[in-house]
Each structure stands twice: as C-alpha cells, then as structure tokens.
C-alpha cells in the first residue's frame, strides 16, 4: 500500500477541516521547554488516566479524527465540542481515550460482524443505496494514507457504535413535554405576516465623497497590505490514476493501481536522499515532467486549476527546506513537484492602487452612513408605533419605501424573498406590532416590520409536532451527555506535558 503516506512529513497531510488541520500543525511543532528544539514523536505530549502519552500517539489520535471525517461519522466529530471551547485541538486527541476508557468501564463492547454490518451502511460506503466495493477500495486507499489498515477501521466503527451507545445510556430517559413540543412547533411553523424597509448601499455609494488626503492617509496606514501577488513556476510529475473500466478484470485493475503506487514510491524514496534532484530522479524512473511558468495563487495553469490542495502546497512549501515536495493527491492521482523560481509579492505605490483605495474608502463612508441611517428610521419609526401610527403612514412620512405585506416562517421560508431565512429568524423573535433591529444583506441593510403571527391548520401538523418533540428530545439528551462526558473528561485529569511552540 501507500508506504509513502505513512510517514509524516509536514504539507503532505493536506486536512479537510481547520480544526484536523490545526491539530497536525500543534501536534507537530510540540516542544519540551521554551529553549529546546522541535518536539520528537517520543516525547512526552499529556497524560490521560495516570499515562503518558507521546507526539507520535497524539499524531496518531489526530490522523484517526481526519479518517473519521472522511467517513462522515459526525456523531464522533461532535467530541471536539466537548472540553476546552479554545483548544479543541486537544479535545480531538483527549476525548477519543475518553471515551475508550468510558466504554471499557461500562462494559460496552461490540463485534467484529457487528461493526462491519456498521460500517457497510456508512454513507461513504453506499452507492446508489448499497455498499459499494469500489468505494470501499478508495476508502482503504484513504486509511493506508494516514496509517490506519482495516483493523483500525473497524475499532473506529466499534467506537461510534460504543458512542452511540452511551449516549442513548445517559439520555433515553428523555422525553420532551407536550408543552415543549407545541412551543417548538409554533415557533417554527407560524405564519409571519411582515413587511421589509431596505436601505441599499449602492445608494449609499453614490453620495460618499472621498477626498485625496483620505486616500493618502489610509494607503500610508495601510501601506503593506498593497503588493501584487506572489508566483512561482514549478515542474512537477503528475501520477494519474487508471480510468474505471468495467470491462477488464478486477485484478487485472487492481494491478494497475498498486503500479501507480509503486511509481510514487520509487519517485517519494529517491526524493528523500541527500542532494537528491528532482529532474535526475524523473530522468532515471522514466517519468515525464511537465513545467508551468510563473503563476500566482489566484490564477493557476489550466492543467492545475482543479487541484486546489496542490496549488496551497506549492505556495506553502519552502524550497530552500523542502526542494522536492511530498506527494500531494489530486482529484485523479498523485503529484510530486519541485519549485523552481519565486517570485516575491512587490510594493506598489499609491498611483497603482488610487482607485482601489478611492473604492475601500467609498464602501467604507457608504456603509457607515446606511447605518446611521438604518438607526434613526428604526428609532423614529419605533416612537410613531407607541404614539398609535400605523406603519404605512409613518414610512411615507419618512419617505421609506415600504414592502407589499409578506407571508413567511422560519421553517419554510420564501425562496422568492431575498434573505428570506434571515428575515423569519428575526421577526420570530420580535413581537407583532415591532420592528426587528436592523438586518445585514448582500446589498445593505432590511428593517423589518412584524404586522401578526398567524398558527394556521396544517393536513400535516400532526407529524410536524412529532417531529418536532422528537428534535427537541435529541437536542436535549446531546446536552445531557456533554454535561456527563465534561465531568468524566474532568475525571480523567488529561494534562499538557508540553508547550506548542
């Protein structure tokens, strides 16, 4: 398998949320005192439970939480809300032992069959509603990438089953009230009888007036933020991946891709050795290398504009440390590259940038004058509505241009209504009668007026309130066992043994 992927080795473990991406950055940049070099995999990193933990295992714990996204296992994903709200980081890598420590006390343990009759139902394993044996080559391809083979898949899956578990444990005595449920319901289903007041920046922008002193005097305070972008040219290898073909034996597939495998490998190892080049090593395995001229982030190649994750590791990757990079996967295969020529972000002076500074500024004066605006309609409209006016006579008192009275709720909101979800969010929780405070859109700001809630009869009212108690009751057993997990996670007393750096 991917050999190459096993070993951590910075860029390469290109992550798909910020938090997994934040955690590998920590994880591997740990030091053990505020003078000593980068952490190693064998120091020290926390305890949990009396026992230490190293870089290594917590770069581990890391990776496993990339794998669980990948697989869409978001009941697991919800750990990292549970702990420090400022270093979920950590809860990634502490909650999962956590809750294996949890699961052994408590007796919770699941089979091997059970597991795998789990796993065959995750969605990255269906395809079009039944398990996909191609799909699940890609996902051993992706476990094999971050270290994991499928052993450990399947005690991921026993540990989102044990997850699953414990939390209908802590929780399946809840039920929502009646009340509860009714309250929900009309909360989301009333009908919202409003009319908007917009006030449009673009109008706003019309009338600002931007001096040339201003404009001097932001771009002098603003000075660094106005280079021209950065390029680089590259040459790189591109490994493509077989194209399906449903028509040659699996095996003879199979072959195929394990080929692709070997040739990253080959590339990978000899990349690695001392005063290793990059066009020497193509040259030796027979691999093309193509080249693209200096380009910046914004404004790839044709041949690279869909490889978003390889574009952020050429401008990412130092090539005085890293002259040739770690294999990047692409949307169809794998890539190796080498930076050939930067070419530094340059000042530019305040003639290039006048009129996008003039711009900036523009917005800016817009902007604060929609508010004020928006503000004093608002107050004023307000008192006309204690005095007994009614909303129409007081808009055309103010010269406001009142909207036709609209029907919305928040569950179902209008798609022929602009920020109609916005707008039933804030009317819901203003009383018939008032105005909302002023509502942010893509072009300016909304006042909204409420005229009634109405709790119309629905043919499917009946299941809606269900569902709706249902909802409630989830949300509340969710909120039941993090307040018991915060206190096991407290119990476990997990401590940082060393400092990021």
Partial sequence: MLEFFRRHRGAFLITVTVIIIISFSVWGGMRSGPESLEGQPTDKAFTVYGRNYTIAEAQRLGRRMQVIYSLQMFDLLSLSRIGSQEDQTNNIVINQLVLQHEMDRLGIHSSDAEAKEAMKKLPTFQENGAFSAERAYSVEQM????????????????????????????????????LEA??????????????????????FKKTAVVKDDEIQKYYDENKEGYKTSGKRAVSYVYFENPKADDKKPAEEQEKARTAVVDRVNKFNDASIKPAAKFEEIAKTLNETVLKADLFTKEGPPEALKAEKELVDAIFATNPEVRPISDPVQGSNGYYIFSVTKVEEPKQQELAEVKDKVKETL?????????????????????????????????????????????????????????????????????????????????TGSLLVYVSAKELRKRDDSKALR??????????????????????RRGESKAKMLITQA
């Avoid at 289903?189 to 920046?201: D, M």
């Fill in 362 to 442: 523009v917005s800016q004066k817009a902007q604060e004058a929609l508010t004020k605006a928006a503000n004093e309609a608002r107050t004023a409209l307000a008192d006309g509505l204690k005095a007994g006016k009614k909303i129409e006579d007081l808009a055309k008192e103010k010269k406001l241009t009142l909207s036709p009275l609209t029907d919305i709720t928040v569950a179902e909101p209008a798609m022929e209504v602009a920020s109609s979800n916005v707008i039933a969010g804030q009317a819901r929780d203003t009383a018939a009668g008032e105005l909302t405070k002023a509502i942010d859109t893509e």
């Fill in 182 to 203: 009714e309250k929900a319901y009309a909360s989301e289903y009333q009908t919202l009888k409003v009319n908007t007041i917009a006030f449009n920046l673009e109008d």
């Fill in 143 to 178: 476990m094999a990438a971050n270290g994991f083979n499928s052993v450990d898949l399947l005690e991921i899956v026993k540990l989102s089953i044990g997850f699953n578990k414990l939390r209908d444990l802590i929780g399946k005595n809840y039920t929502a009230s009646p």
């Fill in 466 to 487: 269900e569902n709706m108690g249902t909802g409630r009751a989830d949300q509340e057993r969710t909120r039941l066992f993090e307040a018991w997990f915060t206190r």
